[in-house]
């Protein structure tokens, strides 16, 4: 990439991407093997509730109301959001390397992300996410919500960025081509090392 045509913004997701996924698949199905629950039911009442609560419609307390604690259960709501959280683990080596742009090219940095308030607010504080991160575009502050083309317009806005001047590292193909789409350079997140790859084609290589 020509000099005269800097990347000047880097949007992230963070499940995937910065951290693990915050409440996947893998995660509930820890649950329901710790806590002894319906596997089954579970799913169906996560799918039902869960985008509501990535909207911030429901609070965390209301979400676990409609997916566990709809019946009288041997262990707390507290227990249960703690093991929530616990899940969360962070890709050390792709937050070192965000850092690593910012100081280095004078990056801002904006998160754009589906995510509960509750836990949203949980991960960024444990893994310090705003010691680096400019913005933060989460569904649940914005009430917008991935694949909705308005929170990637959003996050233009609010950044004021060009789109020209942006990439953007997601781990889910839609997200990536709906980005695509709108004129914003993309990176497919599957692992560290080809994505440093893919950051220096455009530009953004990491000098030691």
């Known amino acids: 990439m020509k000099r005269g045509k800097k990347i000047k913004y880097l949007f992230v997701d963070i499940g995937g991407v910065l951290l693990t996924d915050g409440w996947g698949h893998g995660s509930r199905k820890l649950a329901v093997k710790e806590f002894g629950l319906n596997p089954a039911e579970v799913e169906k009442r996560h799918n039902q509730a869960f985008e509501t609560y990535e909207l911030d419609k429901l609070t965390i307390t209301e ?4 997916v566990v604690f709809y019946e009288k259960r041997s262990f707390t709501q507290t227990q249960f959001r703690q093991f929530m959280f616990d899940q969360s683990k962070p890709y050390s080596q792709m937050i070192d390397m965000i ?10 940095i904006i998160v754009v992300s589906n995510e509960g308030r509750a836990l949203n607010s949980h991960r960024i504080r444990k893994f310090n996410l705003d010691e680096f991160v400019d913005f933060f575009i989460s569904s649940c502050y914005v009430h917008l919500r991935k694949p909705d083309i308005d929170i990637f317009r959003l996050a233009l806005d609010t950044a004021q960025a060009p789109v020209g001047q942006v990439v953007y590292i997601e781990n889910t193909p839609m997200f990536v081509k709906i980005a695509e789409g709108m004129g914003i350079k993309s990176i497919l997140h599957t692992e560290y090392e080809s994505t440093c790859r893919k950051l220096a084609l455009f530009g953004l290589e990491q000098t030691e």
């Not at 979400?63 to 409609?66: E, H, M, P, T």
């Not at 910012?102 to 990056?107: D, F, M, N, P, R």
């Open 99 to 108: 850092r690593r742009l910012k100081t280095q090219y004078g990056l801002k």
């Open 63 to 66: 979400y676990l109301n409609r």
